[in-house]
């Protein structure tokens, strides 16, 4: 079946980076984008960014740009998101989630998120 | 502060029904962008409970159902049960930001 699996917890300190993994299986990597979502502590989802499984095409959300980095490596079908600068808001559990294939070289609007990681916590303490 | 506005909480006994509403402007659900709706239960991956506005996907019960009109959306539960006890999020994809918008979640307490 179509499998989302994650990197373990992270600790980082402020102005450190963080690099998540997500290890995707059950389909054709290169068919389909992933997205990258965090969720803080008592707030709701917020979108981090795309990457094209085809070409490596990525879109990030204006908040991010400068800030985060994402990544494929085809031969092990898995997405990586790196996000540097770390600030205590940046505490945070972050999941991947692939889209539908609708757009293989750019973010389709009509995309949903299906299915996601389990998510990987990120904590960012001195 | 989310882009997408959902009230933080809604609650109901078992059977009854309840309804969360999400509304967006006329950059994201205004400008005909489709919603979708998804579950958090904690440590579990999130669950896409609705596609496209209204479109249920296999295995979902069908007391879970979705409307989108103007610059709202609305999820409503037919019925609700325990296992429904969860965070529920609606999605849309927003032109000004040319990225997809969530809402802030409602937290669903079965009573």
């Known amino acids: 079946q179509v499998q989302l699996v994650q990197s373990g917890a992270e600790v980082r300190k402020p102005g450190a980076s963080v690099k998540v993994s997500c290890k995707a299986s059950?389909?054709?990597?290169?068919?389909?984008?992933v997205n990258w979502v965090r969720q803080a502590p008592g707030q709701g989802l917020e979108w981090l960014g795309w990457?094209?499984?085809?070409?490596?095409?990525?879109n990030y959300a204006q908040k991010f740009r400068g800030r985060v980095t994402m990544t494929t490596d085809t031969s092990t079908t898995t997405v990586y998101m790196e996000l540097r600068r770390l600030r205590y808001d940046d505490t945070a559990v972050y999941y991947c989630?692939?889209?539908?294939?609708?757009?293989?070289?750019?973010?389709?609007?009509?995309?949903?998120?299906?299915?996601w990681g389990r998510g990987t916590l990120v904590t960012v303490s001195s | 502060q989310s882009v997408l506005t959902q009230p933080p909480s809604v609650s109901g006994a078992p059977g009854q029904r309840v309804a969360i509403s999400c509304t967006g402007t006329s950059s994201n659900i205004g400008a005909d962008s489709d919603v979708h709706w998804y579950q958090l239960l904690p440590g579990a991956a999130p669950k896409l409970l609705i596609s496209r506005n209204s479109n249920r996907p296999s295995g979902v019960p069908d007391r879970f159902s979705a409307s989108r009109s103007g610059t709202s959306s609305s999820l409503a539960i037919t019925g609700v049960q325990a296992e429904d006890e969860a965070d529920y999020y609606c999605q849309s994809f927003d032109n000004s930001l040319s990225g997809w918008v969530f809402g802030g979640g409602t937290k669903l307490t079965v009573l």
């Open positions: 059950g389909y054709n990597f290169a068919s389909y984008g």
């Open positions: 990457i094209s499984g085809y070409n490596a095409n990525t």
């Open positions: 989630a692939r889209d539908q294939g609708f757009g293989l070289v750019m973010i389709t609007p009509s995309e949903w998120f299906d299915p």
